[in-house]
């Protein structure tokens, strides 16, 4: 059965008609990835090297506010132009990106840097999601997921090994420059499929957000990131501006009646915000955690992380391997699966309990979000007429963004008004069971509200 499975796999990602987008689209993802958990290994040895320890948190501000931007201008493009201008656009300003901050001099140039691959990585993210719709059958899009999910296997398994030994033997800049063959070929292997793109159905203007909208998104939640990260009176009032900010912008920038979680399109692009939101509570915390409770060194903290990408990725390969598997049941099951690996996270908190347990929480919380992301992709897809493919992706990555940047913002005020960072396990209890109580409801809700 093995075999025909992967024989099913192959008819779809790699036939004549598919393997060059197939090609492209796994190496985009591949290349996002390495990025991604490279920049967060090296980032200690690149600040310090450019003086800039009182803007460490700023390069990963400047990325989240660009990806927030990006993927909303990204969206309303694909939606005009169909997702060949972002296509082409995406690579070639992540790779201006990387280029400047691998030759950045000083800590502002770093930022700009990073402001330019968070451009181009919010641009593809929109792209490749209206790309899949086009080229790809509802049937085949499980298929298509699963594989963008265990193109993340490689880049965490070895990504941070690999760029921390860059960063200790030739230095730190090529964690950036390294890439930049990647982006080459990913171009090329992108370029024919755009081609024979051809241009999409100009949608309604009512419900396109402009850049007013897109930038006082990007804004609120840089607000929200930077008060999480530094928690004072100043950081309330801020964050709380941040936060305002944020929901008047969500009112043009997500399909009406998402925060009411109306049935239908809505609540699937709100349970994408749900899931994100308790799993980055528990994904934030949880080296923390396993250091400070139960006395785990930076190394073995860091694994359940690694258990996570492992456990995504068998779930979403499994879900490929059955593209008739209902969606709205694989969804509910996700929650289910997340909330259960956050009570085990609330266990782990505690000094009594066994550290090993946190790679137990890990692993069903990675098969929960592994089966339940492409789900909802594919209803956000199914459910989206053409010309709004672009601007419901986009929805749905900002509500991923909007309720990650909540979660750990809420976790960083727990842990300043109940614990500290030398002992965090009150804050982390309290936060993983309301996340849990939350993405339970949320499977209960989701069972409920059907178009």
Known sequence: MTRALGDARAKVLWTKEHRGTTAGLLLIVTLLAFEYLGVATAMPTMVADLDGGALYSWPFTAFLVASVAATVLSGRVCDRRGPAPSLVAGPVIFLAGLLVAGFAPTMWLLLVGRFLQGLGTGTLMVATSVLIAAVYTDRERPVVYGANAAAWVLPAVV?????????????WRWVFLGLVPLVFVAQALLLPVVRGLGKAPVAAPVRRAGVGAAVAAATGVAALTWAAQHPSPLALAYGTA???????????????GTLTLRPGLPVVIASRGLLAGGFAGMEAFLPLTLTTVHGYGAALAGLPLTVVALAWSAASALQGRYPDWRRETLLRAGFVLV??????????????????????????????????????????????????????TSAMQLADWVCSALAIGFGGVLLAALASTGGPGPAVVVLALVLAGVSGGAALVTGVRRP
């Open 242 to 256: 941040g936060l305002v900010a944020v929901a008047l912008a969500l009112r043009r920038l997500l399909p009406p």
């Open 159 to 171: 990504g941070p090994f690999v760029a921390g030994l860059l960063t200790e033997t030739i230095g």
């Open 339 to 392: 909330a259960a690996g956050l009570v085990l996270f609330a266990v782990v908190a505690q000094p009594w309990s066994p550290g090993w347990l946190a790679f137990a929480a890990a692993a069903v919380a990675g098969g929960g979000m592994g089966i339940a992301l492409p789900s909802i992709s594919v209803l956000v897809l199914r459910r989206s007429p053409v010309a709004e493919r672009g601007f419901n």
